[in-house]
Every structure is written in structure tokens, then in C-alpha cells.
């Protein structure tokens, strides 16, 4: 499925300050793709257990060895092997181009938050080759009278319409996500769809594009809400990640009515496999298919003071809850000492109110 074959898909390109349209469309070309990643090469890498190959995991930290320094986190962290005839490992994720503490060269261990995956003599960040973005086009696009002017101006002062939200409606017409990006015209023309549209191509050097991987949550959620718990068991953790995030984007723009005090949850923990299986489950135990309860320790400390849809004190029946134990019991600290994940969930649960017992 290509982005919005179903044509019922809304976007709205909007002023962030004022609130008003530049247009409205149907489709949108760009929105997915490789946000810019930091890329790092680990020389003299030496694997803990298998090799590092393919996707290593949602947040993963590299520890310099030795030293009074602080860890440095690479998130969505990918890894193609080793350089080919080195024994270098090229490590690549989102960094916002910080990278190691100033001036450490020496060795450096990296684990995912479960497990050490190995430990290298050194490091260096790798400044990628220059490589052109995608340009951002919105098909299609109705214009408002404000677009109008600054495309007939044609001046590079009015074709910088300055920072806008892109605001993405699903086919029911309720606000799933939205992006902010600085709207600078590249190019239009008269469009395809209708002789009164046109296609607005925006400089894609100033957005940051969904995650390709992201790609197949965001059409399940942008054909509609998830009406049933669990839809998102069988994602791999990578878009468990993803599932979670628009559950959370989603979470901030709505009023959750809060269930009295001394209800009884019931959390299915057949799939609290990782972290965000434990969040999405208990989110559903909470508000239903595609709720939100937390999406990490501090997110669920919030949660639990209410206005989540939740009043203490409550009770929690959590079945399954062995599954959840064996698979996050084990944790590490950014630093890389070891810590007990499971029974901190347990306490943080405790200290809110929720009375959890485990079945």
C-alpha cells in the first residue's frame, strides 16, 4: 500500500504560531524515509556472543572504559557487520550528532539495556557523505488565499513561509500525529487531481521524515484506531516502539475520564516480551485498545497521579506475569549496571496506588 491509496487521509500544512492553513491535501510524498543518522566506527570490535549485524536495538549505549565519563546513547541504533577486511564494526543511529564525551579515544563497551553486545579499543564518528533530501511534496493541495499571494510573489522571502506544522488526519478524520517542519517553497505546479490544485513541493532539508520502518503501523493506524487489545503483539520491538509512540502522540491530545477509585484492572502479559510490550499492554488494561499508561518509568510515575484514566488506590490482575519477569528482570543503567527492571515496575505500580497481583 502506497501512502493514502484510499484518498481519505487528510494533511493540513499550518502556520505553528497562528494556527492558520496553508492548504490541505490528500497525499503526501516524503513522509516516510531515513531520518540522518550518527555513524560510528568501533575499531577492534569484539562481540560479547553473536556477531552485530542488522538492527541492534531502540536505545543502545556505548561506555567508555576507564574513565569518569558519561555513556553516550544512540537510538534506533542499526549495524551493516564489519568493515570488509578490518576488524572495525560500523555502528549507526540517531545521536543528534553529539557523539562521544570530548577527547576520549580509548575503549568503549556497548549494550542494548539488556545485555553487553562487545567492546572495541576505540572509536571515531564518521561524517557521512553529503546526500540530498527528499523533497517533501503534498499532492493535490487546496490553497488557501494567504499561498496564493506568496506563490504569486515568487520571492524567496514569500516562498519561506517560516516554521509550520503538518498536521496528518486519519480516515476518520481524527488528528493521528503531527510534524513540525520550516515550509520553504522549492517548487509547485498545477496538479494532476484537479485543475484548481497543485502540487507544493517543500525542501525536504528541513524535515525530519518518519522512519521507514515505521511505515506499515502508521497505515494500520492511519485506517482507524485499533478497536481490539493486542493488535500490536506480533510487531518485532523495533515497531512495538513505533505502535507506542502514536499511542503517546495520541494520548496528549485527549481528555481521559478518570475510573473511580477501587477498580480492577486486568492486564493480559501474554506479549510483555520487551519494554514497550509491557507499556502497550498495560495502556490497554487501562483505557482500552490503543490506550495509553506510560511509555517508560517516569511517563507511567505521571500516569499514576491521575488524569490517565486513573484513580488510586485500584488493583491490577496481572496474568501471565512470568513472561514479563523472565524477559525484563535482567536490565542495565546507561552506565551498564545491572538492575531488575520487573520488580522496579512493581514498586513504581506499588508507590502509585495499584495493588498488583501476579497470576
Not at 19 to 46: K, N, S
Not at 138 to 148: A, C, I, K, V
Request: hydrophobic letters at 40%; charged letters at 30%; one cysteine or more.
Amino acid at each position: 500500500m502506497h501512502e493514502d491509496e484510499r484518498g481519505r487521509t487528510r494533511y493540513t500544512l499550518a502556520e505553528t504560531e497562528h494556527g492558520r492553513a496553508w492548504g490541505v491535501c490528500t497525499r503526501v510524498e516524503g513522509l516516510f524515509g531515513q531520518p540522518r543518522r550518527g555513524m560510528y566506527e568501533l575499531f577492534g570490535w569484539v562481540p560479547e556472543r553473536a556477531e552485530v549485524i542488522g538492527w541492534v536495538g531502540s536505545r543502545v549505549w556505548l561506555v567508555p572504559e576507564g574513565e569518569a565519563l558519561g555513556a553516550w546513547l544512540l537510538e534506533d541504533a542499526e549495524s551493516a557487520g564489519r568493515l570488509l577486511g578490518t576488524d572495525s564494526l560500523v555502528l549507526t543511529g540517531l545521536d543528534d550528532h553529539e557523539g562521544p564525551p570530548e577527547g576520549h579515544t580509548g575503549p568503549v563497551r556497548v549494550h542494548d539495556g539488556h545485555r553487553w553486545l562487545g567492546s572495541c579499543r576505540g572509536s571515531t564518528r564518521i561524517v557521512p557523505a553529503e546526500q540530498m533530501a527528499s523533497p517533501l511534496v503534498l499532492r493535490g493541495l487546496t490553497q488557501s488565499d494567504r499561498l496564493r499571494t506568496a506563490l504569486t510573489k515568487g520571492t524567496r522571502r514569500a516562498l519561506d513561509l517560516d516554521e509550520a506544522v503538518l498536521e496528518i488526519r486519519n480516515d476518520r478524520g481524527e488528528l493521528l500525529a503531527d510534524r513540525v517542519l520550516w515550509a520553504r517553497v522549492r517548487a509547485w505546479r498545477p496538479s494532476r487531481c484537479a485543475t484548481d490544485l497543485i502540487d507544493l513541493e517543500l525542501d525536504g532539508e528541513l524535515f525530519t521524515p518518519v522512519p521507514e520502518h515505521a511505515r506499515p503501523v502508521w497505515e494500520r493506524w492511519l485506517a482507524a484506531p485499533p478497536d481490539t487489545p493486542g493488535v500490536w503483539a506480533r510487531l518485532d520491538s523495533r515497531r512495538r516502539g513505533a505502535w507506542l509512540d502514536l499511542v503517546q502522540e495520541r494520548a496528549g491530545r485527549r481528555t481521559h475520564r478518570d475510573r473511580p477509585a477501587g477498580h480492577a484492572y486486568e492486564l493480559d502479559g501474554r506479549h510483555a516480551t520487551d519494554a514497550p510490550g509491557f507499556h502497550l499492554a498495560l495502556g490497554e488494561a487501562v483505557n482500552g485498545p490503543g490506550g495509553y499508561f506510560g511509555g517508560c518509568l517516569d511517563a507511567l510515575v505521571d500516569c499514576l497521579r491521575g488524569t490517565f484514566g486513573y484513580t488510586a488506590p485500584a488493583t491490577l490482575l496481572w496474568r501471565d506475569a512470568e513472561i514479563a519477569h523472565e524477559h525484563l528482570s535482567r536490565a542495565l543503567t546507561p552506565e551498564g549496571r545491572p538492575y531488575d527492571l520487573f520488580a522496579e515496575l512493581l514498586d513504581v505500580l506499588a508507590e502509585g496506588g495499584m495493588r498488583v497481583t501476579l497470576a
